[in-house]
């Protein structure tokens, strides 16, 4: 294989989401000089035009932010986006704003239905939730609609612990009732004698960020502390003293239950009138998860029945709640409306960690708070960058080669690595081979996000392969080949021994590469644009291209030729920074020795 290198070329940023969607992103069009049959022994001439559509790119995304969001969070978006607070906004007000925005940044309060999506028409890339729960984000209409779903999931934890604890002392003392006694100018001494603390167990239901936070304290306010949570480590429960336990253990023998679960269709409604008649009588709870989680008709039940001797809570089904609430009223009931995450450091944090977020995500880069596409640790993700590209490229590639593209139904991709097949992660370069495959031929956006709903709704079958070779395992992986059955090429080179057409890449040196086409060895780097041309391998036939695309001002890059054997059948790479003429394409295609070739875009 010969091969040489024009000077160094910038390598493409990587671009996951920052893509505007366009109506139509690329215009394809295929031009048969003369028809091709795989049949034939000799595959007649025919290439292959596909042009970028003009993109209308405006200068600066506009982020809605829909709730308020802490300063520090608002001066770095405004950085980068235009910023329109918007508070309050009624569900109609809200359609009609969102299709202008690029994104989206809310709490608790806003519900982004299927209707948001719907009337974002497109525009809306990034829904930015200042906060944890994502209960009030519809995540399915989002992954249909190609939106990224990012949340901040850290800011908030300990502000909601300590509310948390907050709640279950005021509780047990009866710090709200006592005060508001007072205020009517009362002096109740006898009436507000509380429970200790102290020796008393806490069961925490749900053991992740906050859970584990009100655990730690409850210990440091004497409390013996069992947790349970389905998902949760031993090891890490063990390693602050508390016991994991189950379900029905925990709110059997619990003094005190403090509920830290997200609300998702297992937990709704888990505290019940069924759970309430299993729990010790006189127990205490605490919710300031989500107010899903417990039936709250069956609590008032549970209340008024002394099962629950009393509750504190900052959460409801329903937010705010009706002012004639029985369970807002309840004397042994003590509520906050939706304070856990409200202290100033933890809205700063909060606001700073989601615009951070917000604003990667509309620069294309992988978001690590991402609730609704592939969650890639930030080290696998730096690692695995170069490959991401590779991959997408040669999607890209692959389906520009099919010859009646909406045949493509079956993808095989392998992926030869020196690593365990347990140690690579390659959900996320399915995803972009995907892409790859989808967008040319399509006007859906795809991305990260939407990519295997969009290959299920389209039919495409994508099968992953793995072959452990020898070698260091430094590298994540040697080589990735795309192929797609049961079609025929647009260039009948592509097409392997077995059928299939079968492209291969690697990255060199940080950069994607192609290095096989077909049965073909060639080694092009992956940027700009590509020629590919069937040729008898003969002297001069380099610089008849070379000059055709130079007269015309068409930089190559990159040039290979891989040939079955000296002056036998070879095939060209040539990478080329712009755009040849239909002219100059045409000239190449009538040189007498190229026997097929075909021009695709990156
Ligand atoms: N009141 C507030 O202002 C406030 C503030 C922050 C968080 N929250 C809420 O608190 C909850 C916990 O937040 P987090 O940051 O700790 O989330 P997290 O994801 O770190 O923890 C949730 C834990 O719940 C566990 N879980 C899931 N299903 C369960 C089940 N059926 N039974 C028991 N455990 C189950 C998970 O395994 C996980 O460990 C969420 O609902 C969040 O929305 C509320
Ligand atoms: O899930 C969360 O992060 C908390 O419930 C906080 O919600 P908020 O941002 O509406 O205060």
Not at 447 to 468: F, H, M
Not at 507 to 526: C, E, M, N, R, Y
């Amino acid at each position: 294989m010969a091969s040489f290198k024009t000077p160094a070329l910038k390598n493409p940023s990587l671009s996951l989401s920052s893509k505007p969607r366009l109506p139509s992103a690329f215009s394809v069009s295929f031009r048969d000089n003369l028809r091709f049959s795989r049949s034939s022994s000799r595959p007649q001439r025919r290439f292959l035009i596909i042009t970028a559509s003009a993109a209308s790119i405006s200068s600066k995304p506009t982020v809605l932010v829909a709730e308020k969001l802490g300063e520090a969070g608002l001066t770095l978006l405004k950085e980068f986006a235009n910023v329109d607070c918007s508070y309050s906004l009624s569900p109609e007000e809200l359609c009609t704003k969102i299709s202008l925005c690029d994104a989206l940044i809310v709490r608790s309060g806003t519900k982004v239905s299927r209707e948001v999506f719907e009337s974002a028409g497109g525009r809306l890339k990034v829904v930015g939730r200042a906060g944890v729960g994502i209960d009030n984000v519809d995540l399915a209409a989002a992954t249909e609609h190609g939106c990224l779903v990012v949340n901040a999931p850290t800011a908030n934890t300990v502000a909601a612990a300590e509310h948390g604890i907050a709640l279950l002392a005021a509780m047990a003392r009866n710090v709200a009732q006592a005060d508001a006694s007072m205020k009517a100018g009362k002096w109740q001494r006898n009436k507000y004698v509380g429970v200790s603390l102290v020796g008393k167990t806490l069961a925490v239901l749900g053991f992740g960020k906050v859970g584990s936070e009100v655990a730690r304290r409850a210990k440091g306010l004497g409390m013996h502390v069992i947790a349970h949570d389905p998902y949760a480590s031993a090891d890490r429960a063990r390693a602050i003293g508390v016991e994991l336990v189950n379900f029905e253990e925990a709110i059997s023998t619990a003094d005190f239950i403090s509920l830290h679960m997200p609300l998702t269709a297992a937990t709704n409604k888990m505290l019940n009138d069924e759970t309430f008649a299993k729990m010790k009588k006189g127990v205490r709870i605490v919710n300031v998860a989500r107010g899903g989680v417990i039936d709250e008709e069956a609590l008032v039940r549970a209340l008024d029945a002394g099962i629950v001797a009393q509750a504190a809570l900052d959460v409801f089904t329903e937010e705010p709640p009706k002012q004639d609430s029985k369970l807002v009223q309840h004397e042994r009931v003590t509520v906050t409306p939706h304070l856990g995450a409200s202290t100033i450091e933890a809205q700063e944090g909060v606001a700073i960690e989601i615009a951070e977020a917000v604003v990667g995500a509309l620069k294309g880069e992988l978001a690590a708070t991402a609730v609704n596409a592939p969650m890639v640790p930030a080290e696998v993700l730096t690692e695995l960058k170069p490959y991401v590209e590779l991959a997408e490229k040669l999607g890209r590639l692959a389906v520009q080669l099919v010859a009646g593209v909406s045949g493509v139904k079956n993808v095989k991709v392998s992926y030869a690595s020196s690593r365990a097949p347990d140690d690579l992660d390659t959900r996320l370069l399915r995803a972009m081979i995907t892409k790859g495959l989808i967008e040319p031929i399509s006007s859906v956006y795809v991305n990260l996000v939407n990519a295997d709903y969009t290959a299920k709704q389209r039919g495409l079958r994508i099968t992953e392969e793995r072959i452990v070779i020898d070698g260091s395992s430094e590298c994540p992986l040697e080589s990735i080949q795309v192929q797609i059955a049961n079609v025929e090429s647009k260039f009948a080179s592509a097409i392997s021994e077995s059928g299939e057409i079968k492209v291969e890449g690697q990255v060199k040196d940080g950069i994607p590469h192609l290095t096989k086409v077909g049965s073909f060895q060639v080694d092009v780097s992956l940027e700009g644009s590509i020629i590919l041309c069937r040729q008898v391998d003969q002297p001069g036939l380099i610089g008849k291209v070379g000059s055709i695309l130079g007269q015309e001002n068409v930089n190559v890059s990159f040039m290979s030729v891989g040939r079955i054997a000296p002056r036998k059948q070879a095939v060209m790479a040539i990478g080329v920074d712009d755009q040849p003429s239909k002219g100059s394409l045409q000239r190449i295609g009538e040189v007498p020795a190229i026997e097929e070739f075909v021009f695709l875009k990156l």
